[in-house]
């Protein structure tokens, strides 16, 4: 589900937050199985892209940054000269928000946690990669069309924009089969998820 693309290593867990990747443990080819914390040391790679906040809801965006922080010095200690991109939290529909705003599923709180990570990401000088303007609404809610109907998780196409966007909005790699200044789409099997 996760590493749909050929060129990199995907360090992901279902349900995995900010407070929990030292407890999570995930399974990588050749690195076997281990905590999230400890597999990040081991995996190879000179950009790290970072999509954390769903899973976080709960907590205060103060809390969110300071838990950020720890894992992109995890990260730069690690990985010194590696680039690291801090992805913007996307905000839920609006349906999800009138069912949802109690546990922090608001875009007041989307917005605090991304003016937390942009604190963060001046503070540890890495990259902040906003919201992809064309999946939300002209009030900053989550579209439908690109949304599962949990209000909060993207479909494919959404995805889709999500990875477009990645590939014309990070520094250019001519080594990077995905950028080249085209548009990337997940595979015909990942549509069918």
């Not at 590939?167 to 080249?180: D, M, R, V």
Request: charged share 20%; glycine share 6%; hydrophobic share 35%.
């Amino acid at each position: 589900l996760y590493n749909s693309l050929s060129n990199c290593t995907s360090l992901a867990v279902k349900s995995l937050s900010l407070t929990n990747y030292t407890k999570k443990e995930a399974t990588l080819p050749g690195l076997g199985t281990d905590t999230v914390a400890n597999l990040i040391p081991k995996v190879e790679g000179k950009r790290f892209y970072l999509v954390f906040g769903m899973n976080d809801m709960g907590l205060s965006a103060d809390t969110f940054g300071q838990y950020f922080s720890r894992l992109v010095d995890l990260i730069q200690k690690s990985h010194p000269d590696a680039d690291i991109y801090a992805q913007a939290v996307l905000p839920v529909t609006e349906l999800k928000e009138q069912s949802g705003a109690a546990n922090g599923f608001s875009l007041a709180h989307v917005k605090e946690f991304n003016e937390a990570l942009m604190q963060v990401c001046t503070e540890k000088q890495i990259w902040y990669l906003d919201i992809p303007e064309t999946l939300v609404d002209e009030n900053g809610y989550l579209l439908t069309d690109y949304a599962q109907p949990d209000g909060v998780h993207l479909k494919v196409s959404g995805y889709n924009k999500w990875v477009s966007y990645l590939c014309t909005h990070t520094p250019y790699s001519k080594n990077n089969p995905y950028q080249a200044g085209s548009t990337y789409y997940l595979s015909e099997d990942m549509k069918n998820l």
